[in-house]
C-alpha cells in the first residue's frame, strides 16, 4: 500500500495554469504608477512654491492686518463716529 513519490505528481498537461501577466506589462504598469506619483510629487510642489511666492512668506498677512488696522483706529478717531447711525461707521470702515 505503500505509493511512490513520483505518483503525488500530477502531469503537466493536468495541471492548472497560473495567469501571468507579460514581463513586459509589468514593466509597463511600474513606470506608469512612477510616473504618475513623480507628477502629483511636482505638481504639489510647484503649486506650495507659488502660493508661498505669491504671499510673500506671509508678509502680505502683515499688510493687510495693517490697513485693517489703520482703518479702523482713523475710523474710531472721529469725535462723532457715536452719533452716526452703524450702518454709516461701518461704510467708513471698509473703505
Known amino acids: ?14 495541471r492548472k495554469k497560473r ?3 507579460p514581463r513586459s506589462l509589468l514593466s509597463l504598469g511600474r ?14 510642489v510647484g503649486v506650495y512654491l507659488t ?3 505669491a ?3 506671509g508678509y502680505v498677512d502683515e499688510i493687510r ?3 485693517i488696522r489703520t482703518a479702523a483706529d482713523e ?15 461701518a461704510g467708513l470702515i471698509e473703505s
Not at 500500500?1 to 493536468?14: F, I, L, T
Open 1 to 14: 500500500m505503500e505509493q511512490d513519490a513520483s505518483s503525488d505528481v500530477m502531469p503537466p498537461e493536468k
Open 19 to 21: 495567469f501571468r501577466p
Open 31 to 44: 513606470y506608469t504608477l512612477m510616473r504618475g506619483f513623480a507628477l502629483i510629487v511636482v505638481v504639489a
Open 51 to 53: 502660493v508661498m511666492i
Open 55 to 57: 504671499n510673500m512668506g
Open 65 to 67: 492686518k495693517g490697513e
Open 75 to 89: 475710523a474710531a478717531s472721529q469725535p462723532d463716529i457715536h452719533a452716526r447711525p452703524a450702518m454709516v461707521n
